[in-house]
């Protein structure tokens, strides 16, 4: 019984602290949007995540000899406090710092509170290849069952009111014995799960005026919309298109980290983007997400109109969603402004000028919820 009841009220502060820490990320998360520090601590399915360290109020006794508050030699409006910070340069001290803790969260959790902050409406998965998977969860109890799933709080409980009943219980001597018949076991049951498949298409211009700010840029967002799709869709599949004057598919850190020097023709990106669709995924059985992030200086008007072309009669009417994330450019004619001709409820756009827009941009991308 004591063994319960240390189990309980440990599970009990678990779960209060876990509250808590979802409260620090939730009211944070701007700023874990806008940079880069939970990539560099992304796992295959958790994220570290540095928070203020919580600690609970308590008494600390301090050195002798220092006095208490209203003690001693002072005046009127004297900072209480140990004193002048210095510049450093004085001897090492004693005293502890301030620490941040980090905490373990599971993408999913991670991806539940940016539906949550950013109200992203959920994703309805289409396409005829939705496989029923299960989840497992243990929510009822049965007489028969294996000795590791016994459950003992059950189990005393039928036993005590069995005794109660049987007229058998002491209090004097509150000795609870179970029988054969008291014994309850936890059971499962299987609530069956969609799992559907998805692909992102993720194109970015890398010619030569697009600079490692504006891919940290490009690679914070992706990190964000692709925590969010795996959320909702089991099965994810991830390409990469870059291209300058052409295009060309590579993996995922090629594409952060490739520059090249020629100019920038888009038309390129949505042609080879369609082929590889085309070829390999049936818009019938895939849910397809392309997202393109340019620095909007493409190479003249011509390209621009085949751009728009290829999206209006190919991609967005096969795609679940088109987002076109615009970083900080020249001066001048930009492709946003071709983008923004489009009617289309399953094109979105942004214009991504820093890190803090990062959190609003997603809100428009994935605020549709296709």
Same mark, same amino acid.
């Given at each position: 019984?004591?063994?319960?009841?240390?189990?309980?009220?440990?599970?009990?502060?678990?779960?209060?602290?876990?509250?808590?820490?979802?409260?620090?990320?939730?009211?944070?998360?701007?700023?874990?949007?806008?940079?880069?520090?939970?990539?560099?601590?992304?796992?295959?399915?958790?994220?570290?995540?540095?928070? @203020?360290?919580?600690?609970?109020?308590?008494?600390?006794?301090?050195?002798?000899?220092?006095?208490?508050?209203?003690?001693?030699?002072? $005046?009127?409006?004297?900072?209480?406090?140990?004193?002048?910070?210095?510049?450093?340069?004085?001897?090492?001290?004693?005293?502890?710092?301030?620490? =941040?803790?980090?905490?373990?969260?599971?993408?999913?959790?991670?991806?539940?509170?940016?539906?949550?902050?950013?109200?992203?409406?959920?994703?309805?998965?289409?396409?005829?290849?939705?496989?029923?998977?299960?989840?497992?969860?243990?929510?009822?109890?049965?007489?028969?069952? @294996?000795?590791?799933?016994?459950?003992?709080?059950?189990?005393?409980?039928?036993?005590?009111?069995?005794?109660?009943?049987?007229?058998?219980?002491?209090?004097?001597? @509150?000795?609870?014995?179970?029988?054969?018949?008291?014994?309850?076991?936890?059971?499962?049951?299987?609530?069956?799960? @969609?799992?559907?498949?998805?692909?992102?298409?993720?194109?970015? $211009?890398?010619?030569?005026?697009?600079?490692?700010?504006?891919?940290?840029?490009?690679?914070?967002?992706?990190?964000? =919309?692709? /925590?969010?799709?795996?959320?909702?869709?089991?099965?994810?599949?991830?390409?990469?298109?870059?291209?300058?004057?052409?295009?060309?598919?590579?993996?995922?850190?090629? !594409?952060?980290?490739?520059?090249?020097?020629?100019? /920038?023709?888009?038309?390129?990106?949505?042609?080879?983007?369609?082929?590889?669709?085309?070829?390999?995924?049936?818009?019938?059985?895939?849910?397809?997400?392309? !997202?393109?992030?340019?620095?909007?200086?493409?190479?003249?008007?011509?390209?621009?109109?085949?751009?728009?072309?290829?999206?209006?009669?190919?991609?967005?009417?096969?795609?679940?969603?088109?987002?076109?994330?615009?970083?900080?450019?020249?001066?001048?004619?930009?492709?946003?402004?071709?983008?923004?001709? =489009?009617?289309?409820?399953?094109?979105?756009?942004?214009? =991504?000028?820093?890190?803090?827009?990062?959190?609003? /941009?997603?809100? /428009?991308?994935?605020?549709?919820?296709?």
């Amino acid at each position: 019984m004591i063994y319960f009841s240390v189990a309980h009220r440990i599970d009990q502060d678990a779960g209060r602290f876990r509250q808590i820490v979802r409260g620090q990320v939730r009211r944070n998360l701007r700023k874990y949007m806008s940079n880069g520090e939970l990539i560099g601590r992304q796992g295959k399915d958790l994220v570290s995540i540095p928070v @203020p360290q919580i600690e609970l109020p308590h008494f600390r006794f301090g050195q002798k000899q220092m006095g208490g508050v209203g003690q001693g030699d002072g $005046d009127v409006g004297t900072p209480l406090g140990p004193g002048n910070p210095g510049d450093g340069s004085g001897e090492a001290g004693d005293q502890p710092g301030r620490h =941040i803790l980090e905490v373990e969260m599971s993408l999913q959790e991670l991806a539940e509170i940016l539906g949550e902050e950013l109200e992203l409406p959920r994703i309805q998965p289409k396409g005829k290849r939705n496989v029923e998977g299960g989840v497992v969860r243990y929510t009822g109890i049965r007489r028969v069952g @294996p000795e590791s799933l016994r459950s003992f709080k059950r189990t005393y409980r039928a036993a005590l009111k069995r005794q109660l009943a049987a007229g058998l219980y002491n209090p004097e001597r @509150p000795i609870v014995i179970p029988i054969r018949d008291d014994i309850r076991y936890r059971s499962w049951e299987v609530h069956p799960r @969609p799992q559907s498949n998805a692909v992102i298409f993720y194109m970015m $211009d890398v010619s030569g005026s697009m600079t490692r700010n504006k891919k940290e840029l490009v690679r914070l967002t992706a990190f964000w =919309i692709d /925590t969010w799709l795996r959320a909702n869709y089991k099965n994810l599949e991830v390409r990469y298109i870059v291209h300058d004057a052409a295009a060309k598919e590579v993996d995922g850190h090629t !594409f952060y980290h490739l520059r090249e020097s020629g100019g /920038t023709r888009i038309s390129s990106a949505y042609q080879l983007c369609r082929k590889i669709m085309t070829e390999e995924y049936d818009p019938e059985d895939w849910n397809l997400y392309a !997202f393109h992030f340019s620095d909007g200086e493409n190479f003249g008007g011509s390209d621009d109109e085949l751009c728009r072309e290829i999206l209006e009669e190919w991609l967005l009417p096969r795609v679940n969603l088109f987002g076109y994330g615009q970083v900080p450019g020249g001066y001048g004619r930009m492709f946003l402004d071709t983008i923004k001709k =489009i009617e289309n409820e399953k094109l979105a756009y942004a214009t =991504i000028k820093n890190n803090d827009a990062i959190y609003d /941009t997603i809100k /428009t991308f994935l605020g549709k919820g296709l």
